[in-house]
């Protein structure tokens, strides 16, 4: 008798088996062009996954029906231009767009942004760089350093420079390890890389009183 666990783990297969062959599909067909467009959307909305999409990539390489330098070229421009199209719209409509976009109310907003400000005062770009490299939070950077409102060229080019270092360790994951890499275990990794750097980013929040 099948467990609610394993119905929801076979779900959870079928998701990942579809969403990699619709992944493969379009960068099988479209090659650079299908992995910066798909890359920008990722930057801009956080889908697909640059994960999935980077570890595929890596396999096509890895095969020789890529290579491996334009494709960290196209992924990471792709995601860069994307991550500097939800900056500026940030900086241009500031704290109704950001609001909406975290889903946050009027008073938890206000505090959050208070403290960010005051954070990246003393230690802005670092938290930019060092969160663009982290899983389950660099989705948010870009919105973060809108309302930090930092300097466009310098916020730019970390993007760009997390980007092509994100690029280049997930798409070489891929090319070694193929797509026998598990949803599971590499989800599982960067839940916990991700959950200490949240966790660590909500002590810092909660001594200047924002919980």
Known sequence: ?????????????????YRMLDLHSLISS???????????????ANFPSSQLLYIIAGY??????????PTIIAGALGNTIGNVITF???????????????MLDENTFT????????????????WIFLGKLTPSVKAFIPIVAGLANTRTKLTSF???TASTIWATGVTSIGYYFGENITLKSFTAVSLLIGGTIIFVIYRSLKKKGVF
């Open 60 to 69: 096509f390489v890895s095969t020789g029906n890529l290579l491996f330098i």
């Open 1 to 17: 008798m099948f467990t609610i666990s394993h119905q929801l783990s076979t779900i959870s297969h079928i998701i990942y088996t």
């Open 30 to 44: 479209g090659s650079y062009v299908a992995i910066f467009i798909l890359m920008l959307t990722n930057g801009v």
């Open 88 to 102: 500026l719209l940030i900086k241009k409509y500031d704290r109704p767009l950001a609001r909406k976009l975290l």
């Open 158 to 160: 970390i993007f760009l």
């Open 111 to 126: 505090k959050i942004h208070s403290a960010l400000h005051s954070t990246f005062m003393h230690r802005g770009m670092w």
